[in-house]
């Protein structure tokens, strides 16, 4: 005769407990990217809706950073690199890269002197199947510590339709609210800008999470210093400038040889905020150079490998991990809408990009 089951034990409960938490994170992480729940006045998809109404957005571009030119090359990690991390990343001799150069503008076919602000982005493929995908920006720190502040800054810079200027009663607020917004503002107005994207240096402002070998974890921020040496614009100049004239000094150096950026890690210390990206450690932080990166070919952005690439910065190889700077969870969840929507406007053929041969948009 059969016995009734026996009800599950505690302890089998709680070996479970951990699995559901998981679940439940997973969940809840895809709700919020979806933007289904999460901060009832911002979305992934409203951050996307602000980029795109504040300037002249081409459908099948990025919503932000539109305007764009592709580069490939390879990355070599140092020798002692290694002994940082467990990626692979930084211990395979070499590694092929496609990256891209960009423009803070949605606007594809603005004057490249119209911002201060140019972004580096790049795409490692290991040996061992993993990726890491690199947003690094000419920014030393970003201009908010909270995506709502970033929203409300930009919300407040966005123009009047009626006068075409933005209220400055509006900045105003905002500056009294997120008073970091004002650091980058000032960095906005009085930074040199570069006669070229080789010699124009890029910072990942965001904090991530190195494990060793050894299971030491460091965490560290990183960029991307040019050993071509830097050349200021001035005011003069950048009015006269060709709206192309970035790219066009990128294919004539680059027609004269390779670019060489090293690739530098700064580590936090204690006290150290990993998770405010509006702030900048001291530069008399630790160092080392982990590696070089060496551009070889650029070509544009509607026939190039980077076009249809989503550099998000959450897709990382075991031995990096992300920090929990909200800005860092945003910007994956933002790019997410972003890569999203142009692909769809790609494929209803509502894209601005020109055809292939095979008439396949790109």
Known sequence: MS??????RRGSLLL???????LL??????????GWFGNARLTPQKM?????????????????????????????PTLDAASLSKARAFSQPSIAVIGRFSASSNNPYAPDGASPVRGMAV?????DGQEWRIAMNSFPFFAAATPQAFQAMNEAG?????????DPEKMKAVLAAHPEIAAFQAWAKTAPRSDSLGNTRFNG?????????????????????PRTPFVAMSPEQLKAADPNFLMTDLDQRLAAGPLVWDMVLQFAEADDPVNDPSKAWPDSRKEATIGTLTLAHAEPQATGPCRDLNFDPMILPVGIAGSDDPILRARSAAYSVSFNRREREISTGKSAYPVNQNGAAR
Do not use: E, Y
Request: positive net charge.
């Open 48 to 76: 996307m809706d602000l980029a795109q109404g504040s300037g002249t957005q081409a459908p099948g571009f990025r919503r932000a950073h539109s305007k764009g030119v592709c580069f490939a090359g390879t990355f070599a």
């Open 123 to 127: 795409q490692l493929k290991t040996d």
């Open 25 to 34: 994170v997973l969940a809840a992480l895809f709700a919020w990217v979806g």
């Open 205 to 225: 402002v965001n904090a991530f999470r190195l494990t060793d070998p050894k299971g030491v974890d460091r965490m560290v921020r990183w960029s991307m210093r």
């Open 3 to 8: 016995t009734p089951s026996s009800p599950p």
């Open 16 to 22: 479970l407990l951990p699995i559901a938490l998981i």
């Open 158 to 166: 966005k123009p009047d339709p009626a006068t075409g200027k933005s």
